[in-house]
Structures are given as structure tokens and as C-alpha cells.
């Protein structure tokens, strides 16, 4: 039968052309079938094909009749051909076609998802990654000076005078300065260059350092006060409140300009992933530099006396000034001198608003117009914020001035005869749960979203803290006992504080414009040091340890107010907020 096919299917000889065109028949066209048109028009049809192949053959056999003929010509008609018909190749030919845009869908695809792991990397990468290390530095640097000052001058003052009456009005006049000045200073920030500021402000705050270690030596060369008004009206005391106020807003615009200006265009416009990681890793910074200040102040404080652990102080501060001048450059060149091109709308406004009072330029009373203008744009612009009641809740957080690492609370063990190493443990143990704080925040938001996460680091805090309040208030701290587990829960409670304070940092950083994001948080700053402010007053009017409890029942109740704020935010959010944070 192959035999048979592979021969009829052979072109026909030759010397048989003139006779096989007798047998053709007329071409014939044949209708277009339901598929659509043929792909190629054959010039006859396997049917005229087998007559031809029949007339070949009866052609090859000389002495046959026409009846022979005819029969051989019926026997190969009862042959199975396979006719190709033009549909089924229009169909096979539709099938390729439609393949064709499949496999060109699954490339683009392919190349789509390339392209969007593309994107997803270059959000997690900060734009300029090694200027963002030397940021890292830069702080790490400064942030152990100011840690280990902040140990050391709490100290000195508690040995000076056995009462919380120094220490609470050294921290008044503080956080009245800042509160004061703090939106004057942001503004001042956004109009000068980023880089000759932040080493200006080095400078200032490492010679604000020298001078309030100068006035507590001299201190300790004359006789004690019998008491703590006659101590506050000593001069030397005078210039430790104002030093110590040029300190603080030193420090705080150090802060501004590194987190609010420096680490969010060294991550790069249109990075959130960078951004929040960027965050995190200052606030763990941050955090090894207070573990690390509260480690170096216990052990000076057990192997020498309060005096020569301030020199000591001092002359760490002095060492690091040349690494903080050499990384504000190093860092500027490293992003390609990005800070030396980044100006602030608000200073363009301020030069063409200035400009057409050059008459009156040197005006105190001007001048004097012009800073209660910017501190009130300053105040506006935070009350217009989007995302006011998270910046809100950390201001009432930051009420809590005495159940947290810091002064008074230094100032308290200290008069109860807690050892140097229970300081520094602590401190350091303190720090520790801040830094585990930072690793649990990012996966706290992956769970719960950002806004979840820092209600459920506020709540995790008020909760501790009312606890300790209750160990304080139901058990002498006197007894190693409840001091341990009044002091245990306070460092449990720093996981919840600081798990907070980086959700509400990016909540602000995300909630308000660039141009504005200095001004705000200074502004921030000066409402969280009025808080403060508040809770140093009561400190001044308690002035003795015996009413520590009032301070501790304020700052628990502080936080909870906090927590119920953010909390009754999040339960009623605005078109702005659902479009800001949209999970």
C-alpha cells in the first residue's frame, strides 16, 4: 500500500506530459470555508492528482482496452488517501498564531517581573549607601559624648546637694530654652548650608560641654551650700543653666538635621524600605551609644570620684571633635555634594521677604517680628500636620521623665545608695532592649501594619509601667527586691517606648512634605521639651526623693494617655490617613 502511495503521489514522466493534460480537468474553485481564507491556492486537488496518477498508468500499459483503463482507474480510487484539507491547515496555522502571543506574553511577563524585583531592590537600597555610612559614624561619634555627659553631670550635681532641686531646675531651664527656641532654630537650620551648620553646631555643643564642666569643678573647689536655694543662687550656677541650655539645643538641632533632613536624601525620594531601615539602624545607634555611655560612666564612677569622671568626660568629647568635623565632609563628598545644592523653600520665601525691608534690616524690633512670625509659622505648620495625633502621642510619651533613663532617675538611685555597676546595668540593659526593639519593629509592622505596631508598642509600655508604679508604690525600693523588679520593669517597658518611637518617626517622616520636614520637627521637639518642661516643674515643686512616687504615678499615666490617644485615632481614621497608610 506504501509502495502503491509513494508512487501515485511520484510527478508524472515527461513523455507522458502531452497525454496526462488530456486527463486534467477544468480548475475548479472551491468555496472559502468557515475559518477564513486559504493559506496557499494549490493548482489541483489531490483528487485531480489520482486521476493523473490513473492516466499514467493506463498509459504504461500499450495493448490494454479503455474498459481495462476504466477499471484500473476505479481500483485506485478505492485506495485510502489522506486528503489535506485547506481547514485543517487554516486551524493548525490559528494555533500557532495564538501560541505565538502566549509565548510572547509569558517574556513580557518574565521581563515584567525582572523589572519589579528591579524596583523592589532599588527601594530597599538607599541611593547613596556609603554616605549613609558615614551618617552612621557621624552619630555613633556624637552620641557616645552625649550619653556619657549625660550620666556624668546628673552625678556630680546629686554629690554637690542631696536633693532632686538642682537637677529638676538645671532641667527646667532646658527644656524651656528648647521649647522657646526650638521652631526659631529649625527655621534657622533649613536657611543656612547643611554641612558648615552641623559642624558649627559641633563645635558649639563641644565647648557648651567644656564650660558646664568648668562652672561643677569650680563648684567643687567652694564650700556647700547648706541649702538647695542657696545653691541656685550661686553664679556659677547661672552659667551651668545657660551652658547646659546651648547643650541641649545644640543636640537637638544636631538631631533635626540628621534625621529629619540628612538620612531622608541620603536614602533617596521614593524609598520607603530604605528610608525605614535607615531609621532603624539610627535608632540602634543611638541606642549602643547609650548602652555604651551608661558601660564607660559605671566604670569610671566605681574607680574614680564624680569630678574626675566629668574631666574624663570632657576630654572624650574633645577627642571626638576631629572625627565629626573630618565624617560631615567625608559624608557630603561621598553623596556627591548633595547638601551643598539642597535648599529650603522657606529660605527663598524668607530672602525675597527680606529683600524688600533692607531699610529696616538691622530693626530689633523687626528682627524681634520676624522670630515670633517663624516660631508661629513654626507652631501652624505642626498643628497642620496629617499626622498630628501620632506626633501627639510621643509628646505625651515623652511626659514620662522619671520612669526612664535619665537624670532624675540617676538622681534618685544615687540618693537611695545604688552601687555604680546597678547603675550601669541599668542603663546598659535598658539600651539593650531598645536595640532588640528596632529588630522587632519591622516584623511587628509586616504583621500588624504601622499603625497596629505602634499602638501595640504604646500599650505594651503603659501596661509595664503601671506595673512598676505598683511594685514602687506597694514595696520599699529599699528592699533589693522590689528594687530589682521595679527596675526590671522599667527596662521591659523601653521595648514598648522605643518600638514606638521608630513607627512614629516614619509615621512623621511619611505624613509631611520635605520642604517643611525640619520646621515640623523642631517644632515637635519644642512641644515633647514642654512636656518635659511640665513634669520638671513638678519635680521642682516636689524637690525631695520622698515624692518620687508623685513623679513616677504622672509619668504612668502619661503614657497611657498616649496609648488611648493613638489608639482612638486608629479607630477613627480620616480620608488623609487611609490615603497616606493605606494597609
Known amino acids: 500500500m506504501a509502495a502503491s502511495r509513494s508512487k501515485l503521489l511520484a510527478p508524472p514522466h515527461s513523455q507522458h506530459a502531452a497525454t496526462s493534460r488530456h486527463f486534467l480537468p477544468p480548475r475548479t474553485s472551491f468555496p472559502r470555508s468557515p475559518a477564513g481564507p486559504r493559506v496557499a491556492a494549490a493548482p489541483y486537488s489531490l483528487v485531480t ?87 552612621y559614624a557621624a552619630c555613633l561619634a556624637g552620641n557616645v559624648t552625649e550619653q556619657l555627659w549625660n ?34 532654630v529649625g527655621d534657622l537650620m533649613s536657611s543656612l548650608p547643611r554641612i558648615p551648620a552641623y559642624r558649627s553646631l559641633t563645635v558649639i555643643q563641644t565647648a557648651a560641654h567644656w564650660v558646664s564642666a568648668a562652672m561643677i569643678a569650680y563648684a567643687f573647689t567652694l564650700p556647700r551650700a547648706s541649702t538647695a536655694p542657696a545653691l541656685l543662687l550661686q553664679p556659677w550656677f547661672a552659667v551651668l543653666v545657660a551652658s547646659t541650655a546651648v547643650d541641649r539645643l545644640s543636640c537637638v538641632s544636631l538631631g533635626v538635621i540628621a534625621e529629619r533632613d540628612f538620612v531622608v536624601q541620603l536614602a533617596g525620594e521614593g524609598r520607603p524600605i530604605a528610608l525605614a531601615r535607615a531609621n532603624a539602624t539610627l535608632s540602634r545607634v543611638d541606642l549602643l551609644c547609650e548602652m555604651a555611655g551608661a558601660s564607660i560612666f559605671a566604670l569610671l564612677l566605681s574607680r574614680n570620684d564624680p569630678l574626675t569622671c566629668i574631666r574624663l568626660s570632657c576630654a572624650i568629647s574633645l577627642c571626638a571633635l576631629p572625627l565629626l568635623l573630618f565624617l560631615g565632609g567625608a559624608m557630603n563628598r561621598l553623596a556627591d555634594g548633595i547638601f551643598d545644592h539642597a535648599t529650603s523653600l522657606g529660605s527663598l520665601q524668607r530672602s525675597e521677604h527680606g529683600s524688600t525691608h533692607t531699610t529696616s534690616a538691622f530693626s530689633i524690633r523687626k528682627k524681634a517680628e520676624e522670630a515670633w512670625a517663624t516660631i508661629r509659622h513654626g507652631w501652624t505648620e505642626y498643628l497642620r500636620q496629617p499626622v498630628l495625633p501620632a506626633s501627639l502621642a510621643y509628646v505625651l510619651v515623652c511626659f514620662n521623665v522619671a520612669l526612664a533613663p535619665g537624670a532624675l532617675m540617676t538622681t534618685f538611685l544615687i540618693h537611695h545608695g545604688v552601687s555604680a555597676s546597678v547603675l550601669g546595668a541599668f542603663g546598659g540593659s535598658s539600651a539593650v532592649m531598645g536595640i532588640l526593639a528596632t529588630f522587632m519593629a519591622p516584623k511587628l509592622v509586616k504583621e500588624l501594619g504601622i499603625l497596629k505596631a505602634g499602638a501595640a508598642g504604646l500599650i505594651a509600655q503603659s501596661a509595664l509601667l503601671g506595673a512598676a508604679v505598683l511594685v514602687f508604690v506597694t514595696g520599699p525600693v529599699s528592699r533589693q527586691c522590689s528594687l530589682f523588679a521595679f527596675l526590671g520593669l522599667i527596662v521591659a517597658s523601653r521595648l514598648g517606648h522605643m518600638a514606638y518611637s521608630v513607627v512614629s518617626l516614619q509615621v512623621v517622616q511619611t505624613g509631611n ?58 479607630a477613627n481614621p480620616t480620608d488623609e490617613l487611609k490615603r497616606l497608610f493605606p494597609c
Open 49 to 135: 492528482a489520482r486521476r493523473v496518477a490513473a492516466s499514467c498508468a493506463s498509459a504504461d500499459r500499450a495493448g490494454a482496452t479503455g474498459l481495462a483503463a476504466a477499471a484500473a482507474e476505479e481500483e485506485l480510487d478505492d485506495l485510502p488517501f489522506v486528503q489535506l484539507s485547506s481547514d485543517i491547515l487554516q486551524t493548525e496555522l490559528s494555533l500557532l498564531k495564538d501560541g505565538a502571543p502566549a509565548a510572547g506574553s509569558s517574556l513580557l511577563a518574565a521581563r515584567q517581573r525582572r523589572g519589579s524585583d528591579g524596583d523592589r531592590l532599588l527601594g530597599e537600597t538607599a541611593a547613596y549607601p556609603a554616605a549613609m555610612t558615614a551618617l
Open 151 to 184: 550620666f556624668t553631670w546628673p552625678a556630680a550635681m546629686a554629690t554637690l546637694h542631696p536633693s532632686l532641686l538642682p537637677v529638676a531646675v538645671l532641667g527646667f531651664f532646658t527644656k524651656l530654652a528648647v521649647f522657646a527656641a526650638g521652631p526659631l
Open 513 to 570: 512634605p520635605m520642604g517643611k520636614a525640619k520646621l515640623i520637627g523642631a517644632a515637635e521637639i519644642a512641644v515633647a521639651s514642654l512636656a518635659e518642661l511640665a513634669m520638671m516643674a513638678v519635680a521642682v515643686v516636689a524637690k525631695d526623693a520622698a515624692h518620687f512616687s508623685w513623679l513616677a504615678a504622672l509619668s504612668a499615666a502619661s503614657v497611657a494617655a498616649a496609648a488611648c490617644l493613638f489608639c482612638a485615632w486608629l
